[in-house]
């Protein structure tokens, strides 16, 4: 069966610090990746996907960015962050072409 | 502009009674709907889905309706149960250039049920 993981459950960081957020799925091959946030009191905004290694779709301008290293793998990372980067942060997969998608346990993000 | 609404913020149910969570949407190219259960913390999971094709698809205590005239979904929950306290996402999406587009979320319903 398969099991997506996202770490750390946890990040307080402070402003204009680093970010590097991991997800990776067991027990497929070549899945559609995606990186959410749901921000306080907000729905689940689609920040970045993937169809592949190497492979990144942006939805929305900010200050994050990510990267597919490998087929199973999708980090979201930052040089600085900022306060309103604060938020859940959520993984999820799918198969391609199918739209079920399924989600990792999120990470929760503080920035201070 | 929401493609995918859901109106109700919250709704308080008592237990063993039925649970209606409502969705609609804009873009009459969305052909497969979700529903998505979320506790605080924790990511999503999926519940239900249905096709275009369709108006009503069932899972044990879970049935979705779908009214495409109306641009309208809803998620029943029969009978309802505490551990059914959660906020429920609905999703949608359209099929582009071969292959299932991404979904849009609504902005979730928080349920509670009361025993």
């Known amino acids: 069966s398969q099991t997506i993981h996202q770490w750390p459950a946890t990040l307080v960081q402070p402003v204009g610090s680093p970010l590097s957020l991991e997800c990776t799925v067991e027990?497929?091959?070549?899945?559609?990746l995606y990186w959410y946030r749901q921000a306080a009191g907000r729905g689940l905004q689609l920040l970045f996907y993937s169809v592949g290694i190497g492979q990144i779709s942006s939805e929305v301008p900010q200050n994050l960015s990510a990267s597919r290293p490998q087929d199973r793998q999708f980090i979201l990372s930052s040089k600085k962050l900022l306060l309103s980067d604060s938020g859940f942060y959520l993984c999820?997969?799918?198969?391609?072409?199918?739209?079920?998608?399924?989600f990792g346990p999120g990470t929760r993000l503080t920035v201070l | 502009d929401q493609q995918v609404k859901q109106n109700s913020p919250s709704l308080s149910v008592q237990e063993g009674r039925i649970s209606i969570l409502n969705c609609d949407y804009t873009n009459s190219m969305f052909d497969y709907f979700l529903w998505y259960k979320k506790y605080p913390a924790e990511g999503p999971t999926f519940l239900i889905s249905i096709s275009s094709i369709k108006d009503k698809n069932e899972d044990g205590r879970f049935t979705v309706f779908l009214n495409k005239s109306a641009k309208h979904l809803s998620l029943h929950i029969v009978p309802s149960q505490p551990g059914d306290s959660a906020v429920y996402f609905c999703?949608?999406?359209?099929?582009?250039?071969?292959?299932?587009?991404?979904?849009?979320f609504g902005k979730g319903t928080k349920l509670s049920v009361k025993p």
């Open positions: 999820a997969w799918s198969v391609g072409g199918a739209s079920t998608q399924y």
């Open positions: 027990g497929t091959s070549n899945p559609n």
């Open positions: 999703a949608a999406s359209a099929w582009y250039g071969g292959s299932q587009g991404n979904l849009i």
